[in-house]
């Protein structure tokens, strides 16, 4: 059950893309009957929270993972996990020295389809793959109405290819079993 909703300080115009950070948390809380807290740090301090969906760009990350872990909050997180090496040193020792569990998503893995391909290709129905190739599209984008604009692109840290080019990577590699070479 969602109970409570925030918005993280300083979020940048490109990932709002034009929207009123407080107007979009406030009406998602609404909308899922949950509170509205304006500084995340009281969301993270209820007990009957136990799960963070952090959703924040990648640069922001780092420190907010480590808020959350220090409030003993397990995370689900989109990715990428965060926009570098060090960021993403820095989750790794939080989550260890918290004791907690963080979940990165790749939600499309649960489609029907995509589970049906990845049996027949890893149980040989189209025998040895020696080349896949990958082309994503989505119609009307990843979220109904957005549009990924030229700040947003550079904010993700490594643009396009992060961030819908680790769609491909993951998926080709799941769906045939493989690991990178």
């Known amino acids: 059950r969602l109970r409570a909703v925030s918005q993280y300080p300083g979020v940048s115009e490109a990932m709002l893309e034009g929207k009123d950070p407080k107007v979009c948390a406030t009406q998602y809380a609404r909308e899922h009957d949950a509170v509205y807290y304006a500084d995340y740090r009281d969301l993270l301090a209820r007990d009957d929270v136990h799960i963070i969906s952090l959703m924040c760009e990648p640069s922001a990350a780092p420190e907010l993972v480590e808020a959350c872990c220090a409030a003993g909050k397990h995370i689900v997180r989109d990715k990428p996990i965060c926009a570098d090496m060090d960021g993403a040193r820095r989750i790794v ?27 027949q ?14 082309t994503f599209i989505q119609g009307g984008g990843p979220l109904a109405g957005f549009i990924a604009s030229p700040g947003y692109l550079e904010s993700v840290g490594g643009g396009e290819v992060t961030n819908f080019g680790y769609y491909a990577l993951d998926y080709l590699l799941w769906l045939t079993g493989s690991e990178v070479e």
């Open 121 to 134: 290709v890893i149980g040989g129905a189209v025998g040895d793959i020696l080349v896949a190739s990958f």
């Open 93 to 119: 020792n939080a989550i260890d020295r918290a004791g907690v569990q963080m979940l990165v998503t790749l939600g499309t893995r649960f489609s029907p389809t995509l589970r049906t391909m990845r049996e």
